[in-house]
Structures are given as C-alpha cells and as structure tokens.
C-alpha cells in the first residue's frame, strides 16, 4: 500500500518503504536513541538493525492519506527514556509532514532495548 497526491503536472507516490525509511533516519538523529530493533523481538534479545535493515523496526500504516507510524528502539543506557522517546515522536513527525507532506496521525515507541557500552539488556 501506498500514499498518493495528484498535482497539476501529475501524480505523486510514495511507498511505506519509503516512509519507513524516512522516519527511521529522522528517528536516529536523536539524541540516546542508538538504533532501530526488530518488530520481532525473540527470546528478550533485541539486536540493533544495520542501516540496510532499518526499515524493519518501523510499522507503517496509512489510512485517509495519513499516516500511523510504530518505531521500535534501541537506547543508551543512562538517557531519560521518556524524552528520548517523546523526541523521536517529535522528530519523526516533523520529518514526514516536512519532507514528504504527509499528515502523521500517530507516532508510537517501543523500547526494545538499553544499551550498555557494548552490551544491551
């Protein structure tokens, strides 16, 4: 499923890939969140996705031409949970309606993780 807009010259596209992606870049630049997790979290270990992998920590739904979006992350050990999280909401929110001009409806976080220099709980 996909997003779409017509505009005088034609219409415009864009795949929940591509949504994923955006929002999981968007989420990263904030400060303590160390990376996106899996959705599929087995056995209580939750492994930090490389970049090529990202979009497998962000759920992607659209309805009405917005969207409701869940990241699952990744946090360094010692940062105030909450705000990491209410940044990334933020963050991510910002980013979407800015660059791809679409409405986000919702944004959910689940942490996933902490980690502890080169550990994670």
Known sequence: MS???QTDLG???????VIAKVAGLAAMECYGLVGMSSQN?????ADIL????MTKGVT???ENNSVRLQLNIIVEFG????????NA???????IQD???IDVEKVDINVQGVRVEDEQW
């Open 3 to 5: 997003t779409s807009w």
């Open 89 to 95: 909401m933020q963050r991510v929110k910002y980013v």
């Open 50 to 53: 490389g970049w090529d992998n």
């Open 11 to 17: 219409s415009v596209i864009v795949e929940k890939e």
């Open 60 to 62: 992607v739904e659209i």
């Open 41 to 45: 979290v087995q056995d209580g270990l």
């Open 99 to 101: 660059k791809l001009g």
């Open 79 to 86: 940062t105030n949970i909450a705000q990491v999280a209410n």
